[in-house]
């Protein structure tokens, strides 16, 4: 299936959340079998959530989508989405650890998604003149399209410390 369909289709699949319960049932020293089953939600999470994030990118105001540095994220996000899609589901230790990581690969590319996104902003900003600086004051869509980012670049950096970390002591 062409990377684009899958993401389209992707997208409108529900994400599944996690519960707190389930963040505490894999502790501060997972077991192998705990590391092995949060490899494998994220392996079936991750492509609908990246998926939904390109779709986002697409979909901007002002022409922000069509800024370069918005571009390049999401490509950034494409590229780890079909990466994450061309590997297989983790089914054993080895596997697990080979999916950390890429994850770990994903996690430094995305190290710049929201700079970079901010050079965006400034991109458009910049050429919507004067009207620029009201855009962001005035169209609550891109204000909480920016501040989802933000979150969801603040969790990954906490998720992806526990993960990496954790895989590599046993």
């Known amino acids: 299936m062409f990377p684009s369909k899958q993401i389209g289709e992707l997208a409108h699949q529900p994400q599944k959340g996690i519960t707190?319960?389930?963040?505490?049932?894999v502790g501060p020293n997972p077991t192998k079998e705990a590391l092995l089953?949060?490899?494998v939600f994220l392996h079936r999470e991750l492509p609908i959530r990246l998926a939904k994030r390109v779709k986002e990118l697409e979909s901007l105001p002002y022409?922000?989508?069509q800024m370069e540095p918005?571009?390049?994220v999401k490509r950034w996000y494409e590229e780890s989405f079909r990466e994450i899609l061309a590997t297989p589901e983790p089914r054993n230790d080895a596997d697990e650890l080979a999916f950390t990581a890429l994850l770990e690969k994903i996690y430094e590319r995305h190290t710049h998604v929201v700079p970079t996104l901010a050079q965006g902003v400034v991109a458009m900003k910049s050429d919507l003149g004067t009207s620029g600086d009201s855009v962001l004051n005035e169209c609550p869509f891109l204000q909480d399209f920016l501040n989802r980012f933000h979150s969801v670049s603040k969790?990954?950096?906490h998720s992806r410390s526990?993960?990496?970390?954790?895989?590599r002591m046993r």
């Open 20 to 25: 707190l319960q389930q963040l505490l049932a």
């Open 37 to 39: 089953s949060s490899a």
């Open 63 to 65: 022409g922000l989508s």
């Open 70 to 72: 918005v571009l390049r």
């Open 155 to 157: 969790t990954a950096v």
């Open 162 to 167: 526990s993960i990496g970390s954790d895989s």
